[in-house]
């Protein structure tokens, strides 16, 4: 069993920067992947970023590359959402996510098998 807690979601500024935080609690995940997904009104969730916990390799969607960043930090068992130069477009409900079964690094929904409750972020324009 795995909880997910994510923190950190608000109101900001276009061009501004938030992080997100996401607490895993449960058993040990030093095999597992974790990533963040986002979900919009009406919209489809769709992947953001992705860390495998052991290696620190990373993987982002070509919607964020370059303007948000992920890393986990060890001691605290959470990994992190580095969110800059947001944009109106990136509002949505950002929800974190494990990958138990494989560790597996990529984008695809059906991979992860733990989810939080989500946090909301919207960019004001």
């Known amino acids: 069993q795995v909880q997910l807690v994510e923190s950190g979601g608000g109101l900001v500024q276009a061009g501004g920067s938030l992080r997100l935080s996401c607490a895993a609690s449960?058993?040990?995940?030093?095999?597992?992947?974790m990533g963040w997904f986002r979900q919009a009104p009406g919209k489809e969730r769709e992947f953001v970023a992705a860390?495998?916990?052991?290696?620190?390799?990373?993987y982002f969607a070509d919607s964020v590359k370059g303007r948000f960043a992920i890393s986990r930090d060890n001691a605290k068992n959470t990994v992190y959402l580095q969110m800059n130069s947001v944009k109106p477009e990136d509002t949505a409900v950002y929800y974190c996510?494990?990958?138990?079964?494989?560790?597996?690094?990529?984008?695809?929904?059906?991979?992860?098998?733990?989810w939080g409750q989500g946090t909301q972020v919207t960019v004001s324009s």
């Open positions: 996510a494990v990958d138990s079964k494989r560790g597996r690094l990529g984008p695809k929904i059906d991979w992860y098998d733990y």
């Open positions: 449960g058993r040990s995940f030093s095999t597992y992947t």
């Open positions: 860390i495998r916990w052991s290696s620190g390799d990373t």
